[in-house]
């Protein structure tokens, strides 16, 4: 005997609640002949990763008549938009922006041309003063009379008020521009920000599927501090090791170079220190020679990277692990490519993690410096890197516009982090990523060679 083929139709998914359960019937229920079945047993996922359906088998209850049906529930929509769709909508966005701002370049552009045939109608308007009669028509608001148009006369009353309402619609398109300007920021900045997400997301999420084992995407190793070889000439003392380089240079010690210190607190690390007859200072940075890339992200500048006999950055926590609460001086040492040095020594404070590593300045230093000073109490400069933006430009990421990471706050003031250029750029464009020092050669100057080092503040409580 032969029988129908399964027919399988999509019904909607009924709530938790409105699903009958069993031996309680429904009002208006069907008979008991063509009543559903019990649910057929799920069947095994797909290859494709898709959903399970659950599937109910219906019959019509006659015996020369059989009717088979599979109803299966519709596949639930999805509930949140994909990364593609949110990198469609930022694009068409962004393209809306800039669409705007040739909209209004366009038209300024014609009202420009409106101006000047306005000027150049105006000597012979005025010469016709006493003769010029307004047309019996009335006109648009901020159209050109007819009798302008066919190279005839027209009274100066009408042609100072086309110029007011002309100067009003430029202020206006000039408002539109603006507004349009920042808005075209705003979504480069978001753009930048999904961007980052996304790369976040792309380290967490499995790369590939290779038979049925899911493997983990292989994370960028940070760089570290090189360790040299050999050891620091403290490193096998039976006592104490000093918290920093000057309680080395109070215990007697006049030779500069590598010892190790353990700031309170602090597990013991390796340091570069520098002996003056002002103390010791600590060496937190050096650039010379390019041998190092600088534009590393956060955690590379929180932890420290580069070989301390050449190129490197201490670390953001040891930096602030050897000052402390007690506060500091810093001291820049700056080389431009024909020789000449400049050095730069003032006061700074700087704050932990919970505060981006913000470098506290005084206000005349901040001044000093060319920075722009919000208070009388002074600027905080925050830490900023290119996957961490703490700069205070909202509409701009300093690190990602330049290099490397620094106490950006505008981007103008200075950046000794920023990439290093063995020949001086020809692109200004170019010459802007590089390390530069504001106050001394200039935004756009490259320098040569910088040397940053840190001494504390001595701790007047203790003496």
């Not at 079945?37 to 088998?57: D, F, H, R, T």
């Not at 005025?126 to 003769?131: P, V, Y």
């Not at 403290?234 to 190790?260: I, M, V, W």
């Amino acid at each position: 005997m032969c029988t129908a083929p399964l027919r399988s139709r999509c019904v909607p998914r009924p709530p938790p609640e409105d699903l009958p359960t069993q031996g309680t019937p429904q009002a208006g229920a069907v008979p008991e002949a063509a009543a559903l079945a019990a649910p057929a047993p799920e069947p095994a996922p797909s290859k494709l990763g898709g959903p399970v359906i659950k599937a109910l088998i219906r019959t019509d209850g006659h015996a020369n008549q059989p009717a088979p049906e599979v109803l299966r529930f519709c596949p639930m929509p999805p509930r949140f938009a994909s990364w593609d769709e949110m990198n469609v909508l930022a694009h068409g966005l962004l393209q809306l922006g800039r669409g705007l701002h040739e909209h209004v370049e366009r038209t300024r552009g014609q009202l420009g041309a409106l101006e000047r045939r306005l000027a150049a109608c105006g000597a012979a308007c005025q010469t016709s003063e006493t003769t010029g009669v307004p047309s019996a028509h009335p006109q648009r608001p901020g159209a050109v009379p007819a009798a302008a148009a066919a190279g005839g006369e027209v009274a100066p009353e009408i042609l100072r008020d086309l110029q007011t309402q002309l100067k009003v619609q430029n202020g206006r398109i000039h408002q539109l521009f603006l507004k349009v300007a920042q808005q075209q920021r705003h979504l480069e900045k978001q753009h930048l920000r999904i961007q980052h997400l996304q790369n976040k997301i792309a380290l967490l999420a499995p790369t590939h599927l290779d038979n049925g084992v899911i493997q983990p995407a292989t994370k960028k190793r940070l760089p570290k501090m090189a360790q040299p070889s050999g050891l620091a000439p403290n490193a096998t003392s039976l006592h104490k090791l000093p918290k920093d380089c000057q309680e080395l240079f109070e215990d007697g010690q006049r030779q500069s170079g590598l010892f190790q210190i353990q700031p309170q607190g602090s597990p013991p690390f390796l340091v570069n220190c520098e002996m003056t007859s002002e103390g010791g200072w600590t060496v937190i940075q050096r650039r010379q020679d390019g041998s190092v890339d600088f534009n590393q992200p956060w955690e590379a500048y929180k932890a420290g990277f580069g070989d301390p006999q050449g190129e490197f950055w201490l670390g953001l926590e040891k930096i602030h692990s050897i000052t402390g609460d007690r506060g500091g001086r810093l001291a820049v040492q700056l080389q431009d490519r024909d020789g000449n040095a400049k050095s730069l020594k003032f006061p700074v404070h700087l704050g932990g993690e919970d505060t981006a590593y913000s470098l506290q300045l005084t206000a005349p230093v901040a001044s000093e410096l060319g920075v722009s000073v919000a208070t009388s109490n002074g600027l905080s400069l925050p830490f900023s890197t290119w996957d961490q933006d703490h700069d205070l430009r909202g509409d701009l990421n300093c690190a990602k516009s330049l290099s490397g990471g620094w106490w950006f706050g505008t981007c103008g003031h200075s950046n000794l982090n920023g990439q290093y250029f063995h020949s001086m750029p020809h692109q200004r464009q170019q010459r802007k990523k590089g390390m530069f020092w504001k106050g001394w050669r200039g935004r756009y100057y490259p320098l040569q060679a910088t040397t940053m080092l840190i001494q504390a503040t001595e701790d007047k409580e203790a003496s």
